[in-house]
């Protein structure tokens, strides 16, 4: 009997990238790569590239914990996922990380934008409605993970530090500010008054190239001496900091190991998140048909162009492994010490130890132990799994080592109508909480929910009912 040219993996659901209706998704294994197969009544068929990595797909089926839920539900069960967000009780993740979107306005326009922010949008939400937000954040959470103040530029809006005092005063174990920099780099004060916050404060200063040209296409301005700028200021106050890289194909992507490489010379700097374009929002000279990329090519990416990291350093993080990937790295002594490669993954799949010690590579432990220079056991600088292999910053591991010393690299794929994956989407933890008070994944947010979007997803919702009719 014949055989077909491929091998079937799994079913799921996804959506058409034309109508946003729910489809059928088949994923196959075919000539090495991961692809999605989906077909629109409507519109016809689809085949989205998943994984360029067949052996790293399948380990990020293997990272798996048991589901985290919120301590409260937002919304009933009743149209199916991703319609009903959220979080509804069939969500499978509590938010690891919750935006609080406080503002549409930017003092940038730029090309590539899923909150579609610019300098024309002038609306600023007020206090009262940023603490009915935020206490729906912390009923949700009980003790949110980590809080990220965005917007738009959320620096320009008028009661800015008001809004940081009102998070530091709610149990928020972790507080990021989302930036683009330019008031930080213009207002040395306004910077040292941001160090007030530490600790348990950090900045996600958005920095995707060395290169003019490269600027002008994701931002629309030659951005380079205001991020230094803002790097000298961060840098004097030691105001803990990620640079945040928005990755698009053969533009950006080249750079990823001199950006990881310029974050390790920097004191403030803990670290790189790179985020793939998502096909939302604002995206002018975007094609997804050749400019998306997985996270199975950043991550070769990092691999290829570090000097740091290599395979077996960039692993699936356990919360959402499709998604999210990570490796960690110390810095002591004026070296960096890759980290993750010591974790051993049953371990971590057998959910009954939460610590891992360093007796995996003995000379990078007894590197470190020489460093260190403290005579104490493997045991006594034991790990916590739960905090290394999450989104959570790691807070430390010895008195030595404190989160100065750590230094960590983060993929971050936000799902688009083209690889969306019901199955996957369930696990999202990266959360956007809505002015009215509903927690919904990032990546549904962009899709179904944010500004007019709404009005489409009625018409989704019609489908169903129609269909139940």
């Known amino acids: 009997m014949p055989n077909r040219p491929y091998l ?8 058409c990238t034309i109508c946003y209706r729910k489809v059928e998704a088949k994923i196959i294994e075919e000539n090495g790569k ?59 993740q509590h938010s690891c990380l919750t935006l609080l979107e406080i503002t549409d306005h930017c003092n940038l326009q730029c090309p590539i934008c899923f909150a579609e922010s610019s300098p024309h949008r002038t609306s600023y939400r007020s206090l009262a409605q940023i603490e009915f937000m935020l206490n729906r954040i912390v009923e949700n959470e009980g003790e949110p993970d ?61 920095f995707d190239s060395f290169e003019a040209h490269v600027l002008k296409d994701l931002r ?21 900091t990620t640079l945040v890289v928005t990755l698009k194909k053969g533009l950006n992507d080249g750079e990823i190991g001199d950006i990881i490489n310029y974050g390790l010379q920097q004191k403030a700097v803990r670290g790189v998140t790179i985020q793939p374009i998502q096909a939302a929002g604002r995206l002018e000279g975007y ?4 400019d998306r990329l997985t996270v199975s090519e950043v991550r070769r990416m990092i691999i290829e162009q570090s000097e740091v ?16 990937a990570m490796g960690y790295a110390l810095k002591l002594g004026g070296e960096v010490l890759p980290l993750t490669r010591m974790i051993d993954p049953e371990i971590l799949l057998e959910g009954d130890s939460n610590t891992i010690v360093f007796e995996q590579d003995s000379v990078i432990r007894g590197k470190m132990f020489e460093l260190l220079s403290t005579g104490h056991s493997p045991q006594s600088s034991a790990l916590s799994l739960k905090s290394l292999l999450c ?18 690299v983060i993929i971050m794929q936000f799902m688009d109508a083209y690889n969306f994956d019901v199955r996957s989407v369930k696990k999202s933890c990266v959360h956007i909480v809505h002015p009215d008070g509903r927690m919904i994944p990032f990546d549904t947010y962009n899709l179904f929910y944010r500004d007019d979007k709404e009005e489409l997803l009625k018409e989704r919702k019609e489908d169903i009912v129609t269909a139940w009719d």
């Open 8 to 15: 079937y993996h799994e079913l799921t659901n996804s959506i």
């Open 34 to 92: 991961i692809y999605m197969v989906k077909r629109c009544l409507v519109h016809g068929p689809e085949k989205v590239l998943i994984s360029t990595e067949v052996d790293y797909y399948h380990q990020t089926r293997r990272f798996i914990k048991p589901s985290e839920m919120p301590l409260v539900w937002n919304t009933p069960i009743r149209y199916g996922c991703p319609y009903d967000c959220g979080l509804c009780p069939d969500h499978e």
């Open 146 to 206: 980590i809080v990220q103040i965005s917007g738009g530029e959320p620096t320009t809006h008028p009661d800015f530090f008001e809004i940081l005092d009102m998070c530091k005063s709610r149990p928020i174990k972790h507080i990021m500010v989302n930036t683009n920099g330019i008031r930080i780099a213009q207002d040395r004060e306004f910077a040292r008054r941001l160090s007030e916050y530490m600790p348990g404060f950090e900045i996600y200063l958005q």
């Open 220 to 240: 629309g301005a030659d951005l380079r001496r205001i991020r230094q700028q803002a790097i000298d200021h961060l840098n004097e106050f030691n105001i803990s």
């Open 287 to 290: 094609d997804p048909a050749t």
């Open 309 to 324: 990291f290599q395979d077996a350093d960039i692993l699936p993080v356990p919360c959402h492994p499709d998604c999210l």
């Open 391 to 408: 989104c959570l910053p790691l807070a430390a591991v010895s008195e030595q080592i404190t989160y100065n010393n750590v230094f960590r």
